[in-house]
Structure formats: structure tokens, C-alpha cells
């Protein structure tokens, strides 16, 4: 019978025990905030400006680490004729950068016109580069997807009228071609996603059944606001397919070229540098995913980083909420595992008390054995005050 209530006793001295292993384990595991957080980044526009250079696509990608995002999102342009596609691959894998490759069948209208979207030529030469970088991808885990614009041919690019441009992405051999191209991507095991350009309102672009989710490009519309409704609204209409949204491209410039649209325009670069943190904080409880557009400049002033590789005021303003958000997050991961931890242990005090006061009514000999039991109790005690201290000096 003591034998018995001995066991019990230990038995719940390991539960106080146990407590405290579990506070430190979480201590030391790792975690992820809901989001992650991706900077644009384009070889191309480097290469077009300074040239073939590799050593300064390497430094911008350890910039984009040391930043504090969690990864990069990748305009393909040239990469595959540059022979860039591996070596950002192995790259972003050293840097502990994860990847998604944007991708567009004309490359934007500069390499085919949009509007001849889907002939043979075009589909053609989009799955050479996409076989390159499907099967490149295919070996490295921290790729988490291929997006897939929709080529929708926007009437002011295209030369063609509104109504026709709606006619083609609500085609059977537009949306068809698309389907066939994730199809295609998927066939290497790389997960697929499609993209829209386009606001749902004005370009109803259909759900393509095969993707594995969509990105969306919600720019504000309105000046000096993150407008944060239209965020919503744009997601809104894509999230009705059922598969994950996420934030492909997003960002702020305070100057743009003379054909573009008038989003995400600010006034200046102070201002750019608040509307980043008030974006960050409000799109990272919404999407598992956003992004920021983009490094550099190339088509307007959406920078966060000069020409020679210094940070701009939003450069900083970025950085620095996303090195506090880490710190933030840690301080409340090992605030939450220490409140289970110190629930736990009270619960496991308040049973070996009721043990005890229990065990003493019934027994035949009280002093002897509630003298037993009181060591067994100081000894869990001590070792669990001390394993405490331990984990207290280990996980400060």
C-alpha cells in the first residue's frame, strides 16, 4: 500500500517536473508569425541598368535577409538566358529566403503582345522558361510556389476597346490555355498559383479550377491611404473560389511613369515610410502571405532601397518593423508558455496537497507517514525549483 501511494507521489512530482521541461522546450522551439512577409525583387531591372552581375544580385539578396523578410519574390524576367534560375535558387536556400516566382507570359506585354495571348508561339516559349524553372524549383523546398498572371490585354496597353478585352479573359481558349499552363507547372510537383493585374470590379477575370491558390495586387487607389476597404474588397471577390489569397504585389511610389495608373501613389518619402508599417500591420493578421513592391524602383518610385544598395527612409521604416515583430513575437511566445507552465504547476500542487491531507486521514501510522510524505514532496520541490532556475538561465 505505501509502495503504491509512493508511486502516485512521484508521479506527480514528474508532473511538477514536466511543467517546467515543457516552459524551456518552448523557450527553444522555433515559431512563425501568421504572415510572411516577401520583398519584389527583379534581376532584370539590376542587369538592364548595371549589367550581367551576379555579385550584386547576391549582396541585394543577403540585404533582403538582413532586412528581416521572410523571402523573396522573384520577377523572371531573363533569368533563364541569364542561367540565374539555380544560383538564385542556391542563393535564397543559403540565405534562409523562401521563394515565389512571379511569372507572365508576355513579360508584360515587352517580350509579345498581350493581346495575341494564347497563340502557339506564345504558350510555347512561356513553358521552356517555365520548364527551367518548374524542374530548378522542384529540388529546393523553400520554394512555395510559381505565379501565373492572368495575361489579361488592358485596353489602354493593348490598343484594344474594353468590351473586347473582356471578351478575351472570359473565353474558353483564354482561360483554357491558363488552365493548361498551371496544369504544366504542377506536373513537376512545384505548387501553382494564378495572379490578376486587374481589380475584380473591372476585370472579372473566372477562377481557374487546377490552382492551388491566387495572388492578388490591391494598390491603392487612394493617395497618401493604404486603403485598407479596397484590400478587402479585392480579396473578397477571389476568395469565393475556396482556395488561399494572398498578397502578390503591394506597394507605395512617389513618382510614376507617364502612361501608368495612379496607384499606390504618396506624396513623399516620409509619408511612404508610415503607410509601409501601417500596411505590414494591418495586411499580416488578414493573409498568410503579403509582399511589399518592390526593392527598386524600375518602373516608379516604389523603392525601399537607392541604386547603390543604401537603405531609403522606407527602407528603414520596413526594417524596422519587421525586426520588432520578431522580437515581439518571441517575447510572446515565451510569455504564453510560461503562463501553461505555471498553470500547470499549480494544478499539480493543489493534487499532492489533496493527496496528502487524504492520505493522511487513512493511514494507520500518521507521523510516519506523513514524515515520509513531506520529504517526497520537499524533494519534488527542490528539483523542480531548481530545473526552474536552470531553464530561467538558459531562456532569459
Excluded at 511543467?19 to 518552448?26: A, E, P
Excluded at 518610385?301 to 543604401?310: E, I, K, M, R
Aim: proline share 3%; with cysteine; hydrophobic share 40%.
Amino acid at each position: 500500500m505505501d509502495l503504491a501511494k509512493s508511486f502516485a507521489c512521484l508521479g506527480l512530482t514528474f508532473l511538477l517536473v514536466l511543467s517546467q521541461l515543457s516552459f524551456g522546450f518552448c523557450c527553444f522551439s522555433g515559431g512563425q508569425p501568421k504572415a510572411l512577409v516577401f520583398l519584389a525583387y527583379s534581376p532584370y531591372w539590376f542587369q538592364y541598368f548595371k549589367g550581367n552581375n551576379w555579385t550584386q544580385v547576391a549582396r541585394d539578396l543577403e540585404l533582403i535577409k538582413l532586412m528581416g523578410f521572410d523571402g523573396v519574390r522573384i520577377h523572371y524576367e531573363y533569368v533563364v538566358e541569364l542561367g540565374l534560375v539555380e544560383r538564385l535558387l542556391e542563393c535564397t536556400q543559403r540565405l534562409g529566403l523562401k521563394v515565389i516566382w512571379a511569372t507572365h507570359a508576355t513579360y508584360w506585354n515587352n517580350k509579345f503582345p498581350t493581346r495575341d495571348f494564347p497563340n502557339e508561339t506564345i504558350v510555347q516559349s512561356y513553358k521552356a522558361e517555365l520548364r527551367i524553372i518548374a524542374n530548378a524549383s522542384s529540388k529546393y523546398s523553400h520554394v512555395l510556389y510559381i505565379s501565373v498572371f492572368y495575361p489579361i490585354p488592358f485596353p489602354a496597353v493593348a490598343g484594344i476597346t474594353y468590351e473586347e478585352c473582356l471578351q478575351r479573359i472570359s473565353s474558353a481558349d483564354f482561360n483554357d490555355a491558363i488552365k493548361d499552363i498551371v496544369a504544366y507547372v504542377k506536373s513537376f510537383g512545384v505548387k501553382c498559383t494564378v495572379e490578376s493585374e486587374g481589380i475584380p470590379r473591372d476585370f472579372p477575370v473566372k477562377f481557374i479550377e487546377n490552382a492551388d491558390g491566387y495572388g492578388i495586387q490591391p494598390f491603392s487607389t487612394r493617395k497618401d491611404d493604404i486603403d485598407a476597404q479596397h484590400i478587402l474588397d479585392y480579396a473578397a471577390y477571389f476568395e469565393k473560389s475556396g482556395k488561399e489569397v494572398f498578397i502578390g504585389e503591394y506597394g507605395f511610389r512617389t513618382w510614376k511613369p507617364a502612361h501608368h495608373w495612379d496607384f499606390g501613389m504618396v506624396s513623399c518619402e516620409a509619408t511612404k515610410a508610415e503607410l509601409i508599417k501601417q500596411y505590414f500591420e494591418f495586411a499580416s493578421s488578414r493573409f498568410e502571405i503579403i509582399t511589399y513592391f518592390a526593392m527598386y524602383d524600375g518602373d516608379g518610385g516604389w523603392g525601399l532601397v537607392n541604386d547603390d544598395g543604401t537603405l531609403r527612409l522606407s527602407g528603414w521604416s520596413a526594417s524596422q518593423w519587421l525586426h520588432s515583430r520578431e522580437k515581439m513575437f518571441e517575447t510572446e511566445r515565451a510569455f504564453n508558455h510560461l503562463v501553461i507552465g505555471v498553470i500547470v504547476e499549480a494544478v499539480a500542487i493543489v493534487i499532492i496537497a489533496t493527496f496528502t491531507a487524504v492520505t493522511y486521514k487513512r493511514t494507520m501510522n500518521p507521523s510516519t507517514h506523513n514524515s515520509r510524505m513531506m520529504r517526497i514532496i520537499l524533494g519534488s520541490f527542490y528539483v523542480n525549483r531548481l530545473l526552474g532556475i536552470r531553464l530561467d538561465i538558459l531562456c532569459p
